[in-house]
């Protein structure tokens, strides 16, 4: 198996590791290892260390409040009136962001992370004293999660004990948040490894130096202090350590067996049936999907790409292999992925198209406007353009998610490890940095063109902000930071598609969750929700 570590701790004791309980059963040994003796060894360590890992699983569900909610990614309420869940979606897509929808996921996740690293930051404190590498580990690890609580909330708590946790923490606000998870950060840097083999899918040297960058690139929009210079310096560790380099062809990050990788600096590695979590397919693939990929259960249809979005990308960027478009085919026209490439069918042939007589047929069979327009009959035409008829919008509307290859017959959740950081987005982020004091950094064009080059786009002769802007929105979307930089470049307030109101500026940050609200009454709700 790649990468799910299996460990020899009971579930009472994992279960011990999060909740601080006891359990009162007749313990059957399965090994000749006593408490005592645990945490003796690098494997048992890193084997505990595992479980402070275990709410990443829950990082793709990010992608409702990053990616749906930016200039990229969409949800429109389609033609059976589907994807409209009482409004749930339209608001979203609307920024008419309330504590009941969406925002659970991301606190849950993050807070979750936090837990499970001050209680084992507490357990290994003991055992293998405060300097033990696995303590470094997971005060990086924490300040990740923490980093995605102020990112995404901006007045959070901070709290770092577990045993003597406060119940009911104080929100801190965002300077001290920010203050706080920096000083964790250059506390452990150093002390991190920095052998990438060995900590596949765990936080390393460059995987702080990673989240430090992210942290400093973003240092204006929470804290209205700018940090470029410190951004473009954290990058350059990254850069310099020789550990990464550009993947030859872009969707090698992205297919099922991606955990070879050279570009892929951090990731949530998600094993179907074992660790999942990844459920892209249902929510991005058309309904017709499942004759494509041999599925037998039928997508939803919902998630798609806005059409400014794909027709911001040149004609020969070899990143658009990412959309799913056009005439759609079964399986035995050879739905493929490549490294180059991406998705495509390999034999399409007219006898093998799709055919779907259902959704968009059957529910606007009285327009004869509409039926004049489907020329193609039943066959799944996909096309990137939205056409709104009585404010709901056909299912074979709107580029579909192909970014991440989807095995053939595999339901659900698929295997393939999502990348939270790659050296393509340290690279950009390193770009941004140097383009920010100095816009006509050569070093920052040079670095921006090393990306195209790989998409296979002509090079710029100068950088514009848009330029930056828009490099990074294509060649990170899809990986949950759409939103993040929607807002650094000031977008987060434009007009875009199903999105014209809601634009003031304390959307930025989400509302704190109402059951977080309710359980601890120090929370105070971010001002305007």
């Not at 690293?117 to 357990?123: A, D, P």
């Not at 509409?370 to 919008?393: K, S």
Request: net charge negative.
């Amino acid at each position: 198996m790649k990468k799910i570590e299996k460990i020899g701790i009971t579930i009472c004791t994992l279960l011990g590791l999060f909740i601080n309980q006891s359990c009162d059963v007749e313990a059957e040994v399965y090994s000749e290892i006593t408490p005592d003796e645990f945490f003796k060894n690098d494997l048992q360590i890193a084997s505990a260390a595992s479980a402070a890992y275990t709410p990443l699983y829950g990082y793709w569900g990010l992608h409702d409040l990053s990616e749906l909610a930016s200039d990229q990614s969409t949800v429109p309420v389609r033609s059976n009136n589907g994807w409209d869940d009482g409004g749930l979606w339209p608001r979203l897509v609307e920024h008419d962001f309330n504590q009941n929808e969406h925002v659970g996921g991301p606190w849950n996740m993050a807070s979750g992370g936090i837990s499970a690293c001050n209680r084992l930051i507490e357990i290994f404190t003991e055992s293998v004293g405060a300097d033990a590498p696995v303590i470094y580990e997971l005060r990086t690890l924490r300040s990740f999660y923490f980093y995605v609580l102020l990112s995404y909330f901006g007045n959070i708590p901070i709290e770092t004990s577990f045993a003597e946790a406060d119940s009911a923490p104080s929100q801190v606000p965002p300077q001290e948040a920010f203050d706080f998870i920096e000083s964790e950060l250059l506390a452990s840097l150093e002390n991190l490894s920095e052998d990438k083999s060995s900590t596949y899918a765990k936080v390393n040297k460059w995987v702080g130096y990673t989240i430090l960058t992210q942290l400093y690139l973003n240092a204006e929009r929470i804290t209205g202090t700018p940090k470029w210079q410190e951004a473009a310096d954290a990058a350059n560790v990254v850069v310099n350590s020789g550990a990464y380099n550009l993947e030859s062809g872009y969707f090698a990050n992205f297919k099922e067996k991606n955990e070879g990788s050279n570009e892929n600096i951090f990731v949530v590695p998600y094993e179907r049936n074992i660790a999942g979590g990844f459920g892209v397919r249902m929510s991005a693939l058309h309904q017709s999907a499942n004759q494509t990929f041999g599925y037998s259960q039928t997508p939803w249809g919902g998630f798609s790409i806005q059409e400014d979005f794909y027709r911001a990308f040149d004609e020969d960027d070899k990143r658009r292999g990412m959309f799913i478009i056009g005439q759609q085919y079964t399986v035995a026209a050879g739905p493929s992925y490549s490294d180059e490439l991406g998705f495509y069918y390999a034999n399409p042939s007219d006898d093998l198209k799709v055919s779907n007589c259902v959704e968009d047929w059957d529910n606007y069979a009285t327009d004869p406007a509409l039926q004049a327009q489907l020329e193609e009959g039943c066959n799944v035409l996909i096309t990137p353009d939205y056409q709104e008829v009585g404010g709901r919008y056909l299912y074979r509307n709107g580029a579909r998610y192909g970014k991440y290859e989807y095995p053939i017959g595999e339901d659900f959740d698929i295997s393939t490890d999502f990348p939270i950081y790659r050296y393509a987005m340290v690279l950009l982020m390193r770009a941004e940095a140097l383009w920010r004091f100095d816009n006509g950094s050569a070093e920052a064009l040079m670095l921006v063109n090393m990306v195209r080059n790989r998409a296979g786009v002509e090079p710029l002769t100068a950088l514009t902000e848009d330029d930056i802007y828009w490099e990074t929105k294509k060649e990170l979307a899809m990986e949950n930071h759409a939103r993040e930089i929607t807002v650094r470049f000031g977008h987060w307030e434009d007009d875009w598609f199903l999105r014209d109101g809601n634009k003031e500026e304390f959307r930025r940050i989400y509302p704190i969750p109402q059951g977080q609200l309710q359980s601890n009454p120090n929370l105070k709700q971010n001002p305007g929700y």
